[in-house]
């Protein structure tokens, strides 16, 4: 998390609270679409590392790009678009269309319109990339975390150089 536990547990909050209200129900509606505009926010720079990544780790860069570029913004979510077109992209698959959800039918602009229709073979190539998405954004994580100790050591040490400056020891 950025802000470390705290940031992890605010994050999961916002996250929790879009779940909770963030409905377009009359219920929600006077305060709902904060809790998911808030939601959206927190979720957007998480949502396009793991589109990128996924460009990365599928069989098909150019298509995942494509898709990314030309289908995310179709999608109702502005988080789950640009990684569900990525990833139909990588696979080559085509998402999206006449579906249920929730035990109703809902009818979701089409992701990666080029790509073929989902095979049941198609889950298990799904889960690969989802792994190995996983296991680079765990590396590029871990990497990030070793560069800011870096930068922060670096940091302290000209700090006390300046403040020691002239001493004799």
């Not at 998402?95 to 929730?102: K, N, P």
Request: hydrophobic fraction near 40%; charge should be positive; avoid cysteine.
């Amino acid at each position: 998390a950025v802000a470390g536990v705290p940031g992890l547990v605010g994050f999961r909050a916002v996250n929790t609270l879009d779940a909770m209200v963030g409905h377009k129900s009359p219920r929600y509606r006077r305060f709902g679409w904060a809790s998911a505009r808030l939601d959206d926010v927190a979720g957007w720079p998480g949502a396009r590392l793991t589109a990128a990544l996924a460009v990365l780790a599928g069989g098909d860069a150019r298509g995942a790009v494509h898709a990314w570029r030309t289908d995310a913004h179709r999608h109702p979510s502005p988080n789950a678009g640009p990684v569900e077109a990525a990833f139909a992209g990588a696979l080559g698959v085509r998402l999206g269309g006449t579906l249920s959800y929730g035990g109703r039918v809902e009818h979701r602009p089409v992701l990666n319109g080029r790509g073929r229709p989902v095979r049941t073979t198609d889950i298990e190539r799904a889960v690969r990339l989802s792994r190995r998405t996983g296991l680079l954004a765990l590396g590029v994580s871990a990497v990030g975390r070793l560069a800011v100790g870096q930068l922060m050591k670096r940091a302290r040490g000209a700090r006390y150089k300046a403040r020691h400056k002239g001493e004799v020891r």
